[in-house]
Each structure stands twice: as structure tokens, then as C-alpha cells.
């Protein structure tokens, strides 16, 4: 059974730093682009940051630049999504996906694209 499994949320204050990790298993994702996407309440689930296999290639939505760092250890199975300077807009449920074919045309960035997902971890920054 494949599994995606996200840790590390909780309520952090405006400023604060916090790190999500997503773990693994069930099959090799050799191969495999990750990426984070997080909903809001309300709102439509939406690309954070994405990352390949061998970690070259990396993107960012423009919200987050210079604020989140992603990252992968390949020898873990694991995927981690480091945030720093967290504002209030960065309250959501933040999910990870796995999906491969992902670099052309921007598909990273596209929540259909991504054939795997972990059941999200909430993130609430308070002001």
C-alpha cells in the first residue's frame, strides 16, 4: 500500500519557523517529482513547492519564495518543506503529492497531475 504521510504541523506564531516532513512507503518512488500544496479554508488547494527526483530542479510559488526551502533525502524516503518568516496567510492544511512527468509545461504546479497524497498536516500562524 502506498503511503504519504506529512508531520510536523502545528500553531506557530507570526515570524516563526516551522518544518513539515512527508514520509514514504509502499513502493520506490524512484523517479518521482514531489510537491507541497496547502488549502486554506474555503479554498482551493494550491502549489507550494516541488521538487525532483535528484533534488536539481526545484520551484517555488511566488508566496513563498525566499521564505520556504524543499527538500528531499532520498536514502529516507522522505520529503521536507522548511518555513521560515510565517505569516498569517500561511494558515492551511498543507498537503504532499508524488506524481512523475511533472517538469514539463509547469505539471508541478498542477494538483491533477500528482497521482499520490498524503492526508495533509494543518498549519495555523497566529498574528
Known amino acids: 500500500q502506498v503511503q504519504l504521510v506529512e508531520s510536523g504541523g502545528g500553531l506557530v506564531q507570526a515570524g516563526g519557523s516551522l518544518r513539515l516532513s512527508c514520509a514514504t512507503s509502499g513502493r520506490t518512488f524512484s523517479g518521482y517529482t514531489m510537491g507541497w500544496f496547502r488549502q486554506a479554508p474555503g479554498k482551493e488547494r494550491k502549489f507550494v513547492a516541488a521538487?525532483?527526483?535528484?533534488?536539481?530542479?526545484?520551484y517555488y510559488a511566488d508566496s513563498v519564495k525566499g521564505r520556504f526551502t524543499i527538500s528531499r533525502d532520498n536514502a529516507k524516503n522522505t520529503v521536507y518543506l522548511q518555513m521560515n518568516s510565517l505569516e498569517p496567510e500561511d494558515t492551511a492544511v498543507y498537503y504532499c503529492?508524488?506524481?512523475?512527468?511533472?517538469?514539463?509545461?509547469?505539471?508541478?504546479?498542477?494538483?491533477?497531475?500528482?497521482?499520490?497524497w498524503g492526508q495533509g498536516t494543518q498549519l495555523t500562524v497566529s498574528s
Open positions: 503529492g508524488a506524481g512523475t512527468g511533472l517538469l514539463l509545461n509547469s505539471n508541478y504546479a498542477s494538483e491533477g497531475k500528482y497521482r499520490y
Open positions: 521538487i525532483n527526483w535528484g533534488g536539481g530542479k526545484i
